[in-house]
């Protein structure tokens, strides 16, 4: 009695944990479903600032633009981080993947947050870049792509065979991750005056060289 008495109360444990932990994830995607829709939204304003005909309005609105994006986009970097380490943190031996390897559905529910989240970051990169340009500040655009760059090589390229995994992880047929990822790299690396802010002392992430 003592042992099955033992076994219940086991038993209501694990599923209050499984209960706490489809609380956590609900939230956590709730709060993902958040940045996105915070990224389009600078899309969207974007879109509608390049209307107005007012000049001194228009820059006003396009520079909110610009800061607001640059906000949206950290925190999608955030969350593009925390779901990479989740990845990296999955074995990749069969026996490892049987007994601590997360379920096959939770890590294709991360890849699409990651394939979505990254999109959103393209978007508002490009949101925060089109608004600086039209401002005629094509510097501050230029360092605004180098972070964006910057992020990239750091968070994927950086890794021996993380790109290659994620493809093999990824459903989908296209090999996106080691093909696309580098070629953002090196197009943003090409930009006119890209290569100069480096040599005048800028990083790669944007900052001043001290």
């Given at each position: ?68 994006s640059e906000d949206?986009r950290n925190l ?45 970051v393209n978007m ?87």
């Amino acid at each position: 009695m003592t042992c099955y008495a033992a076994q219940m109360q086991m038993a209501q444990i694990a599923e209050e944990i499984q209960e706490v932990q489809a609380a956590i994830e609900e939230v956590r995607q709730g709060q993902e479903y958040d940045r996105l829709a915070t990224a389009y939204s600078c899309q969207q304003k974007l879109l509608q600032a390049m209307k107005i005909r007012d000049s001194k309005l228009k820059a006003m609105a396009l520079l909110h633009i610009a800061s607001d994006s640059e906000d949206s986009r950290n925190l999608l970097m955030q969350s593009q981080n925390v779901n990479v380490l989740f990845i990296k943190s999955q074995p990749e031996s069969l026996w490892g993947k049987i007994f601590s390897g997360a379920k096959p559905e939770k890590i294709e529910s991360r890849m699409n947050e990651i394939r979505e989240s990254l999109a959103a970051v393209n978007m508002v990169s490009l949101a925060e870049a089109m608004a600086y340009q039209e401002m005629g500040e094509n510097d501050a655009a230029v360092q605004s792509l180098g972070y964006y760059a910057s992020f990239i090589k750091k968070t994927y390229l950086d890794t021996d065979g993380l790109v290659e995994r994620l493809d093999l992880i990824d459903p989908s047929p296209e090999n996106y991750w080691s093909k696309t990822l580098p070629n953002i790299e090196k197009r943003i690396m090409a930009l006119p005056g890209f290569e100069n802010k480096l040599i005048s002392g800028g990083n790669e992430d944007g900052s001043e060289t001290v």
